[in-house]
């Protein structure tokens, strides 16, 4: 059944705040609606994980598949997929065998609702991140969030950066009200980046007066392009504390042990891929050694750009020839 948007009033923008004609169409509602109010009569938190543009280390496709996978999960929205993605850039997968297809990657957008393990409802927003419409997408997602009462919405990112995978995660963190990011020290300070529907949600959500938060974990370069849970599961435990939900982790923390000593095997096989993990770590313990007042910045001239860190790694990927290597960090036999 088409959700039809078009009689639910949204809230007055402040003078000069944005604002566009609410979208119809956008979205397919399931009948009936779930039950979402926790014990204490608080509305729902809600988690969005949209793949695509920053996931590296697969990290928000393995935290979202996990939480689907481990707890009960009830479609709540389906988005229309045709309007949103761009099928040339991001062609689906398809399969043939022999003489024929057999299978279709269908992509998929859409709103689920869960229950963490004391029964707490949430909600996921988990697919594809859309390529067109973005600000129609936002404003659908926005209208929902307000009709199911969202007290919170927390975002997922994921980046590759110059850390070495030997060293704990860090991220950077964002969100509307600082006391909820108290404990995280920035990375940066003011930087242009290339935005993404998921950013865009939660700067438009904040305009419109709703708490936002949202946590980007930071991920080696050279497992960019390669499942890594221990990522997945650094963001799945933020997301317990800020959301005050119970997420069982069980199974993420054991297929990151096991990523883990199939990274270090694999450094251990290449005395040049070693030096650079060596040198990686130097590089993050100078960031940790110069920290003042709990900050892991030290003065920018001081230390290495993370575009310099980004620069020397990449040359030295560009270098390699060895497959055993390459192929080695392709290997997802260890997935959440």
């Known amino acids: 059944m088409t959700e039809d948007t078009s009689s639910t009033p949204g809230p007055t923008p402040d003078p000069g705040q944005f604002y566009r004609p609410e979208p119809t169409g956008m979205y397919e509602l399931e009948f009936p609606a779930p039950q979402l109010e926790s014990s204490d009569g608080r509305g729902p938190v809600l988690i969005h994980a949209l793949e695509g543009f920053s996931d590296a280390g697969h990290a928000i496709k393995l935290a979202a598949n ?59 927003l988990a697919g594809m991140e859309p390529d067109l419409r973005w600000e129609r997408f936002v404003t659908a997602v926005r209208l929902l969030a307000e009709r199911l009462d969202v007290r919170r919405t927390i975002g997922l990112g994921a980046i590759p950066m110059a850390v070495p995978h030997t060293r704990p995660i860090t991220m950077t963190a964002h969100s509307t009200n600082r006391e909820l990011i108290a404990e995280h020290t920035p990375w940066v300070g003011e930087v242009q980046v290339p935005g993404s529907a998921s950013n865009l949600l939660e700067y438009r959500m904040g305009k419109h007066g709703h708490e936002t938060v949202g946590y980007t974990v930071h991920v080696p370069h050279y497992l960019a392009q390669t499942d890594y849970p221990a990522a997945a599961q650094a963001l799945l435990e933020q997301v317990a504390k800020t959301g005050s939900l119970e997420l ?20 251990a096989g290449s005395p040049e891929v070693a030096q650079v993990v060596t040198a990686l770590e130097r590089q993050y313990d100078a960031f940790v050694a110069a920290q003042e007042n709990r900050s892991l910045l030290a003065r920018d001239e001081d230390l290495p750009s993370g575009d310099e860190l980004g620069a020397e790694f990449e040359r030295f990927l560009a270098q390699q020839a060895d497959e055993k290597f390459d192929d080695g960090f392709s290997d997802n036999d260890g997935s959440a």
């Not at 982790?249 to 694999?266: G, M, N, P, S, Y």
């Open 248 to 267: 069982p982790l069980a199974a993420l923390t054991a297929a990151a042990v096991d990523i883990r000593a199939k990274i270090d095997e694999q450094v």
């Open 66 to 124: 996990h939480l689907k996978d481990a707890l009960d999960t009830e479609l709540v929205a389906s988005f229309a997929i045709d309007e949103l993605l761009d099928y040339r850039s991001r062609r689906p997968v398809m399969t043939f065998k022999t003489d024929h297809f057999t299978t279709y990657d269908e992509p998929e957008l859409s709103l689920y609702a869960l229950h963490d393990s004391v029964g707490t409802p949430f909600l996921l």
